[in-house]
């Protein structure tokens, strides 16, 4: 059974640091990887998605890797900014059975 | 505008009303999906499917049903909802292209309380 998990489980950090959050999962027979934020009480917003056969993918201060052998993506944030704090998800599409299984997330909080 | 919606968006029941949570999507996508949201468990998938009169079980289908007779709806039914089922649900929808771009999108949520 697949299994996603994502750390830290939190993490603070000033303002204009760049930095990386990681996302590893068991199963490696996926199509895909997604990157989401999450702001409190909000929707999710989906920031970056990887196909398998890539390497990764970016979006302008975000830079999204996966290693889909070692079972692990990273998301890189440039130049963090406050309203980069929220909490950020991957998730997994399973080659096997369709279903997409979330990692618990990884809540950002830039220090002014 | 491409959008997914859920209705209601904020919803206290009591302990075996039967309820209804619509989801609809305006993207022609074929996958939608349920989800449910709960403090240190994260997002669970309930239910999903890949097309229409086409739906499976995810991780916790357990007390759910869904059913999918048009491609835009997706409803969540809880036949004899229990205070175990409180919790922040989303719908979410893709293009279904598995192995392409599948990039999911997700509705705002709907809170519910089972007293």
């Known amino acids: 059974k697949q299994e996603v998990t994502q750390i830290p489980a939190a993490l603070s950090v000033p303002e204009g640091e760049n930095l990386v959050l990681n996302c590893s999962f068991t199963?490696?027979?996926?199509?895909?990887l997604q990157w989401f934020r999450q702001d409190p009480g909000k929707g999710l917003t989906s920031l970056l998605l990887?196909?398998?056969?890539?390497r990764e993918q970016t979006s302008g201060r975000l830079n999204a890797s996966l290693d889909k052998s070692s079972g692990r993506s990273t998301l890189y944030i440039a130049a963090s900014q406050p309203g980069d704090s929220a909490t950020y998800l991957c998730?997994?599409?399973?080659?096997?059975?369709?279903?997409?299984?979330f990692g618990k997330g990884t809540r950002l909080h830039i220090l002014p | 505008e491409a959008q997914v919606t859920q209705n209601p968006r904020y919803l206290i029941t009591v302990t075996g009303k039967k309820l209804t949570v619509t989801c609809s999507q305006n993207?022609?996508?074929?996958?939608m999906s349920w989800y449910r949201q709960d403090p240190g468990l994260g997002l669970r998938q309930i239910y999903y499917?890949?097309?229409?009169?086409?739906?499976d079980k995810g991780d916790v289908p357990e007390g759910y049903k869904v059913s999918r007779k048009e491609k835009r709806n997706f409803p969540l039914i809880l036949e004899s909802p229990s205070p175990n089922q409180t919790s922040l649900y989303f719908c979410?929808?893709?293009?279904?292209?598995?192995?392409?771009?599948?990039?999911?999108?997700f509705g705002p949520g709907t809170r519910l309380t089972v007293l």
């Open positions: 499917s890949m097309n229409v009169e086409v739906t």
């Open positions: 998730a997994v599409e399973g080659h096997r059975d369709d279903k997409i299984i």
């Open positions: 993207m022609n996508h074929e996958y």
């Open positions: 979410a929808s893709s293009p279904g292209l598995a192995g392409t771009y599948n990039e999911q999108f």
């Open positions: 990887i196909q398998s056969s890539q």
């Open positions: 199963d490696s027979a996926i199509y895909n």
